[in-house]
């Protein structure tokens, strides 16, 4: 089972270069979402999606963009880095919002 | 604005004390509250998904009740081991996303 897959597991970025995280599920969940954890901060939610075609904003959206063309895949676009954007971050899948979350094993990204 | 509290932020205990700790969470527009433990380099698992006023639930040493009028709820450990050792995140749902609190950190020592 492979649950949530997460890619890269580790990225170095200059100032200014633009990536991809990716994140795609194989439990046929609706529900992801994308979070990035600072020390002190907990998980703070920066996109999410009810299903396929649909996103919207969380806590901490400047900076990122996403879409949801297939159920499986959710994946976090970094426009222009900034050291700010320094942090860990985890995509999540839910079967709706009455069920647990599950987790990728986190991208570690730091922006020079 | 949605504001989940978590307290204490880190804790302390010798193995075999009991503890607990509290996540507060806005009442209003309220669909589930989930417990997540989460060690060190690895990914956060869920513990629990309550969703009804009253909710109680139990997993061995652990469990949480949940309090949707006043909007908090509380884990407990019985008996804590130092495996027990790790970060316990609360996340309030409503109909559309999940908000996290910063966490507390629980440290178990033998």
Redesign the interface.
């Known amino acids: 089972n492979a649950g949530v897959t997460q890619t890269p597991k580790f990225q170095v970025l200059k100032t200014g270069q633009s990536m991809t995280l990716q994140c795609a599920q194989d439990m046929n969940h609706e529900y992801m979402?994308w979070?990035r954890q600072d020390p002190?901060?907990?998980?703070?939610?920066i996109h999410?999606s009810?299903g396929a075609g649909i996103t919207?904003q969380?806590?901490v959206p400047n900076g990122y963009n996403v879409s949801r063309s297939t159920t499986e895949d959710f994946p976090l676009r970094l426009l222009s880095a900034a050291p700010s954007q320094t942090s860990v971050y985890?995509c999540a899948s839910?079967r709706g919002?009455?069920?647990?979350?599950?987790?990728?094993?986190?991208t570690r990204l730091t922006v020079v | 604005i949605l504001n989940v509290e978590?307290s204490p932020q880190s804790l302390h205990v010798q193995e075999g004390d009991s503890t607990n700790f509290t996540c507060s969470f806005p009442s209003s527009n309220f669909?589930?509250l989930?417990w997540?433990r989460w060690e060190t380099a690895k990914?956060?698992?869920?513990l629990f998904?309550m969703?009804l006023n009253g909710d109680e639930k139990k997993k061995g040493r652990i469990s949480a009740t949940l309090n949707t009028k006043e909007g908090y709820s509380y884990l407990y450990i019985k008996g804590s081991q130092p495996e027990d050792s790790a970060t316990y995140?609360c996340?309030f749902?409503?109909?559309?996303?999940?908000?996290?609190?910063?966490?507390t950190r629980l440290t178990v020592k033998p």
């Open positions: 979402s979070y002190g901060m907990g998980l703070r939610l999410y009810v919207d969380g806590e985890f839910m919002m009455n069920t647990e979350a599950f987790f990728g094993q986190g | 978590q669909y589930a989930h997540y990914s956060p698992e869920a998904v969703t995140l996340a749902g409503n109909n559309n996303d999940m908000r996290f609190g910063a966490g």
